[in-house]
């Protein structure tokens, strides 16, 4: 895979790594443990530029490409999922309101964005509709006046939100889908902290209450009718690599942890490495891990040639890596034994939270039917 | 429309149908079948066919460009594209 990287690109992603051993791995358990993360790697983050690396520099961010993006998401996910998931709904607000936000929306909210002086939250799931987006209830009126909408409704699973400062709210105007930008000290909202995940634990998720929050017009993104066709997607899309790039991650630690515990590990007078069943899980694990960087590594420089096929390849290599990521962690903990199912064991976690993989940004089942779908529709055309 | 503008347009016409047919499953697609109310473009094939366009024809999208009006029909999208690209279809 390395050979298919510019000199910039492994650069950026050997500085990514070298920043999760020293700032990520010794404290992502503890993270787990106590469900939050701590402001200071925030603040790592950011001042890494981490949180900012897609954006224009126009904008405070570095201007990198989308496969330093997947490369860094990669890196991350190998630490912790948790704390990438910052980068991931970072990268979805600030993607879609690079593409769909007014020059003035753009220049009031991308450089803090950017520069991780404020967190963003992508707040589209509701108690009532994940998968189904055309159910959603979240309401915008209009407010006495005339330059104002009055937001009415319940999100659930949001994630970044116990931290973010904006959130972009996905509803309806009568039957027009409408995305809109509410900061977080907006009279009439309130956040609710889920505690008790599965995985993903310290990422920050919770409940939002919307009762008449009043909203300048000014703050919405994109057209009444085009927030879940258009404005939507593009945040979604981010979403699909980042997860799909961390769930690499994740499966690169799965694999790293597993023929180093397998190396040393010794069984009467073999090691657990030289047992055949053993090798097998490894080897299947491997082969993952390779197949799944180029599968993300194709989706990256599909989106980044802003080719039309690039949701296809976007969703193939989260399809891909969340399913191995959940293989190859069941996999880990049972090369480990006992100490696998111990919170002293990363893996352990990663198990815990390779699960999540498979359900945020379009469940394994959705993706089934929208590749199946997708694929079955190629029969008989030009170019399959 | 010149000669120059209605060739154009034929070409960004037929170049539009041929990517919609070739990723969705309908046999024709007449220059003003309404894509949105047929069911062609749905959301989640809204954004490949903006990327495609954007792309295609060397044009970014921006927030003001997003009216049905613009991308109705092939007829519309191809009138948007010359907009776009400084020409008028008519």
């Known amino acids: 895979m390395q050979h298919l990287l510019t000199d910039q690109q492994q650069a950026r992603y050997a500085a990514c790594r070298e920043f999760v051993a020293q700032n990520v791995e010794p404290f992502a358990d503890a993270w787990d443990s106590e469900q939050k993360l701590p402001a200071a790697v925030i603040s790592l983050l950011a001042r890494s530029g981490y949180l900012g690396g897609s954006l224009p520099a126009a904008y405070g961010g570095q201007g990198w490409d989308i496969v330093t993006f997947g490369l860094l998401n990669e890196a991350l996910g190998r630490g912790s999922s948790a704390l990438t998931g910052v980068l991931t709904v970072q990268s979805m607000i600030s993607m879609a309101l690079l593409k769909w936000g007014t020059d003035e929306q753009k220049q009031r909210w991308l450089p803090p964005l950017a520069k991780g002086e404020m967190i963003g939250a992508f707040a589209l799931t509701e108690p009532g509709a994940g998968s189904a987006l055309q159910s959603l209830t979240t309401e915008f009126t209009p407010a006495p006046g005339g330059d104002a909408l009055l937001l009415n409704g319940r999100k659930q699973w949001i994630t970044c939100a116990q931290l973010a400062g904006v959130f972009l709210v996905f509803g309806k105007l009568g039957k027009q889908s409408l995305a809109c930008l509410v900061p977080r000290a907006t009279p009439g909202l309130e956040i609710e902290p889920i505690q008790g995940l599965l995985g993903f634990r310290a990422s920050g998720l919770a409940k939002l209450s919307f009762s008449n929050v009043e909203v300048p017009a000014a703050n919405i993104v994109g057209k009444p009718g085009f927030a879940l066709s258009h404005v939507a997607p593009v945040g979604l899309q981010y979403g699909r690599i980042s997860t799909a790039c961390s769930g690499l991650g994740l499966l690169r630690g799965c694999f790293e942890a597993s023929i180093a515990y397998a190396a040393t590990r010794k069984i009467g007078e073999k090691t657990v490495g030289e047992l055949g069943m053993i090798r097998s899980l490894i080897a299947r694990m491997g082969t993952d891990l390779e197949a799944g960087s180029f599968l993300c590594h194709n989706a990256c420089r599909s989106e980044q040639e802003r080719a039309p096929e690039a949701f296809e390849k976007a969703l193939t290599a989260k399809y891909f890596t969340s399913r191995a990521a959940v293989k190859a962690a069941s996999d880990a903990v049972q090369i480990r034994g006992a100490s696998g199912c111990h919170e002293s064991s990363p893996v352990a976690r990663y198990y815990r939270d390779a699960k999540i993989m498979e359900i945020i940004e379009g469940t394994t089942q959705i993706h089934e039917e929208l590749l199946g779908k997708m694929f079955v529709g190629r029969a008989g055309r030009s170019g399959n | 429309m ?45 954004v490949q066919l903006m990327t495609f366009i954007e792309k295609t024809f060397a044009i970014e999208l921006g927030p003001d460009d997003l009216e049905i009006e613009n991308f109705k029909s092939l007829n519309a999208t191809t009138a948007f594209v010359l907009k776009k690209n400084g020409q008028q279809a008519g």
């Open chain 2, 2 to 46: 010149t000669s120059v503008n209605a060739a154009a347009a034929d070409a960004i016409r037929e170049t539009v149908r041929h990517f919609i047919l070739s990723s969705i499953n309908i046999p024709n697609l007449d220059a003003d079948d309404n894509l949105f109310e047929s069911g062609i473009v749905n959301s989640l094939f809204a």
